[in-house]
């Protein structure tokens, strides 16, 4: 009974966990086609992947979830270029593109 209880609760802190993760990939991902589009260029694959994650403190000193998306675009459709989503709890924080060639 007490082992069935224990595996209840792991389940749902899993699916929490999880839920809240896929709300977070869905923020990342909206960020990085909004800039994409904001500066004119494809995004690729339109998928981010999360790169890290660690706890940090915010502006106001509250002890939040980082988590770090990457994305690839391109601005010729020739070649791939890395950009990255920073995440502090599910606010954007940062979205930062390696410099990339006009044409």
């Not at 923020?27 to 790169?51: E, F, G, N, P, T």
């Not at 890290?52 to 994305?71: A, G, I, P």
């Not at 950009?83 to 060639?101: A, N």
Request: positive net charge.
């Amino acid at each position: 009974m007490l082992n069935d209880i224990i595996l209840i609760v792991f389940m749902c802190l899993l699916y929490g966990y999880w839920h809240n993760a896929q709300k977070a990939k869905e923020v990342a991902l909206k960020a990085a086609i909004a800039r994409c589009r904001l500066i004119d260029v494809q995004m690729l694959d339109d998928y981010v992947a999360l790169s890290s994650m660690r706890l940090k403190r915010d502006r106001l000193q509250k002890l939040r979830l980082q988590r770090s998306f990457v994305f690839e675009f391109s601005s010729t459709g020739n070649e791939r270029y890395n950009g990255k989503v920073l995440l502090m709890g599910r606010q954007v924080y940062s979205v930062y593109m390696d410099p990339y060639r006009i044409e």
